[in-house]
């Protein structure tokens, strides 16, 4: 075989695989199959993968990107819940190849707390639309191990993770990624190389794991700030957070003693101003004790 044109999926396999599975793409789980080598091939370019590095990939379908992957060195695990195609992916990757350092964990990605084998550096993966930010977020929390993470999402999720302060799209993903990550557009993907075509376009977003914020409060309540602060965007943070401090006062002045403006709204902070404010919380919840 000659694996630099024939290693990875075309249309007509990717169909003929699905027939002979009986597997029909379905919304409710977010199916969109990759099937073109030449994208494959350029997501494992950008992931910057090492020979033997150890990779984790959810959702992994017929087997598309897995086979990429696999083709670049990297030692594989995938998660998959559906159990179909759980069962047939070790028998697609081994036969075209048969060394491939590979395994399968059939679950619910939001489900896993653990892995297989030694522990990740790298999550790739090609994320139903429907579950895109929790899996991303569920996994860079999980899995501290991984250092880079490279996934192709609907193109508005990318952008939403990877915004800015002060952007009209920056809200509760961008921030929460930014807790764990730094986080970029990393390429567009067009409609034409899945099957069937989705209704949306398709981008790549790339995060570089960072230390998170240097805090005394915990992420859940840094997060339970974030929460609150984009729940009702156009309200400023000393109403948005009136409900967490107990009144919209109270807020203000635990805004204040964080060196944030209470009229700023919640898009215009950057994670480590949120880890100020739910230091505040922190305190006035010690403080009732």
Do not use: C
């Amino acid at each position: 075989m000659n694996e630099t044109s024939s290693a990875l999926l075309g249309p007509a396999e990717i169909r003929d695989l699905a027939g002979r599975l009986g597997v029909r793409p379905t919304k409710t789980l977010g199916q969109n199959f990759l099937h073109d080598g030449g994208t494959v091939r350029k997501i494992v370019r950008i992931a910057g993968l090492q020979p033997g590095e150890r990779v984790v990939e959810v959702g992994p379908g017929l087997g598309s990107l897995t086979l990429g992957l696999v083709e670049a060195g990297a030692s594989v695990v995938a998660i998959e819940i559906d159990p179909v195609l759980a069962g047939q992916i070790t028998d697609t990757v081994k036969a075209r190849f048969p060394d491939a350092d590979f395994e399968v964990v059939l679950s619910d990605a939001l489900d896993v707390t653990a892995l297989p084998g030694e522990p990740p550096t790298a999550l790739v993966a090609n994320l139903p639309y429907n579950v895109a930010v929790p899996v991303l977020l569920t996994m860079l929390q999980r899995f501290d191990s991984l250092e880079r993470v490279l996934v192709m999402v609907q193109a508005e999720v990318a952008d939403r993770v990877a915004a800015v302060p002060g952007s009209k799209i920056y809200g509760i993903p961008s921030v929460k990624a930014a807790w764990y990550a730094s986080a970029r557009r990393a390429g567009t993907i067009g409609r034409n190389v899945f099957w069937p075509a989705p209704n949306v376009d398709s981008a790549l977003v790339y995060l570089e794991r960072r230390e998170p914020p240097s805090t005394s409060a915990p992420r859940e309540r840094v997060f339970a700030v974030i929460d609150a602060a984009f729940a009702q965007r156009r309200k400023t943070l000393r109403a948005a957070l009136s409900g967490l401090f107990g009144s919209g006062a109270a807020a203000e002045t635990a805004l204040r003693a964080a060196g944030v403006d209470p009229s700023a709204r919640g898009e215009t902070l950057v994670v480590e101003q949120f880890a100020r404010i739910a230091e505040q919380l922190d305190q006035r919840a010690e403080g009732a004790e």
